[in-house]
């Protein structure tokens, strides 16, 4: 089997790549990314390919030959919000690139495409199913809303194999804080665990829909598994995830690391995030992403425990190569 | 106030633009189309476009100093659905540019667009709502409901002000059979009431759900006349219709028109044209819709008959002129 992964050289790119290659069935795997990726792991089956998908020829060379593609790239929610036209044309238009790209390739690969919970937005029902409306609140969301589209189209047509996952909020995610109006959610977590500071720009109360990287991965890896006729006509899902409030998360991070932990975060109101992000759903009925055999997490302290001990893995790894 | 119509060739543009010029506040309407359009009506006020939405200015010219754009110019579904690459160029790009180009024009202008139906596909509720989630199955569907989110993310960004209204099936469309897969629903009445055979694809038992064409130009003339308060941020809205089965369409007409006109019905089963529109939903919750001010019929006779007095009025009106 051949893989591609677009935004390959993000964090759940990466991962999602460590994963992938420990099949050994996987032949080939092609990480895509507009900044040069580091190898997340030294092996002759991958491939390393620095492009941009807004250029001719970019997504031919990315699909090319591949059984599977996975699409992570993404201009991310506090980005496309402040840059318009730039989010239309990589979430939009790069989707469509890709598919086209894929439809041209004539293989007819799967295509998992990692959308979001932010196609939806208010009004919204007490608890999200795969039978509410997709009505995004912000210009991720509904660039992400519209390549969900033209994947299930490009299916429906027989041009891809697609499979459509609404990823919840990652958290904790490792590294930097991120353009993302979320980034915030790993931030309170990830910097005082650090002995850092963090500002929270939404109130305690703010309830969010969550779900640890090794869940995503975990479901990103299932997605491409699972057979046309087992995911049937509707290829798009929302994954699960667990429902944890802004101040029960800081409770959980006083558990795990103690009382001077929370004391680094700093509540500090910015109506912009607060805006994008109490428009997403905090609450989901995924009995039928459950029953298709995807994964969630049980209480949010695991992902802290994880974050942690994923930590001291790669440092582990990263000195042992030294 | 100026205007423009794009299909403002089409029967319901040209419908539309009759019912626009009425208003003497009016005091320009362009009317754009791929075909050079006929004049609906000796005015002045009247500008007759013929152009191609996917040439580069056609865009700009049509929206230029318009305060409100009515996009009705589109691939029907049973061409979008034999002609994939034409579907998308006209339907998602198509709405796209004009979109951009009211954008560019700074005008922030009303947006009305003419969304269908068939954005809906199955799984489906028993009655569909507002907030029931759009998985079209067909390309028309899927490109009519991208042109939704554009639609509504421009309006959300404040570039136009979207009015997106979902349209019933027209019956009874005047004329003769066009590309669209719902084509047969007007052909099944309007054939026989002339005298000539009309086949019928799909079996009695299948329900549709129905709009006359004055009913759906004066919600197109209303929803342009909403204020934005008045609308508020879901700029979505399945329009008022009534549900029908073909067998209860065929008991009407042949009480307008007596038995012999039922017999020049020939049944004769069309497996693409029965996928398309049996995935049509045809029961909806309109609450929202009639709480605003839309408006709908009340039973399919009075359709038939609508349709008799407006085919009247077209020839006196015709041989008036001569």
Redesign the interface.
């Known amino acids: 089997m051949k893989m591609a992964i677009t935004g390959g050289g993000g964090f759940l790119g990466s991962r999602l790549a460590r994963a992938l290659l420990a099949d050994s069935r996987v032949e080939r795997l092609v990480l895509a990314d507009l900044a040069p990726a580091q190898s997340p792991v030294d092996d002759p089956r991958l491939a390393l390919l620095t492009t941009d998908l807004s250029e001719a020829g970019a997504a031919e060379s990315i699909v090319e030959g591949a059984d599977v593609i996975f699409h992570l790239a993404a201009i991310l929610s506090g980005q496309a919000e402040a840059e ?1 036209d730039l989010g239309m044309r990589v979430n939009l238009d790069g989707t469509r690139r890709l598919l086209e790209a894929a439809r041209a390739g004539g293989r007819r690969p799967r295509f998992v495409f990692a959308s979001s919970l932010a196609v939806f937005g ?2 919204l ?1 007490p608890v999200v199913t ?8 912000s ?1 991720y969301g ?1 660039e992400k ?2 390549g969900e ?2 994947a ?2 490009f299916s ?2 027989g041009f891809v194999d697609s499979r459509i996952l609404r990823l919840p909020t990652v958290c904790v995610r490792p590294g930097r804080p991120n353009a993302a109006a979320s980034s915030f959610v790993s931030g309170i977590i990830r910097e005082p665990l650090h002995g850092e500071k963090a500002v929270c720009p939404v109130g305690p109360e703010l309830a969010l829909w969550l779900s640890s990287p090794r869940s995503v991965v975990a479901n990103l890896v299932h997605g491409a598994s699972l057979s046309a006729e087992a995911l049937g ?2 290829r ?1 899902i929302n994954l699960p995830g667990i429902t944890v409030t802004v101040g029960e998360m800081i409770a959980s991070l006083a558990r795990v690391a103690g009382r001077e932990a929370p004391a680094r975060i700093e509540f500090s109101g910015d109506p912009a995030v607060r805006r994008i992000v109490s428009s997403w759903p905090s609450r989901f009925d995924v009995r039928r992403a459950l029953a298709l055999g995807f994964s969630g997490d049980l209480e949010f302290e695991a992902l802290i425990r994880e974050f942690l001990a994923d930590e001291a893995a790669e440092k582990g790894v990263s000195q042992g190569s030294r």
């Open positions: 318009f208010a009004p029902p795969d039978d509410t409306a997709a009505r995004p609140q210009s509904a809303a519209m589209l033209l299930a189209e429906r047509r006509a509707d798009t």
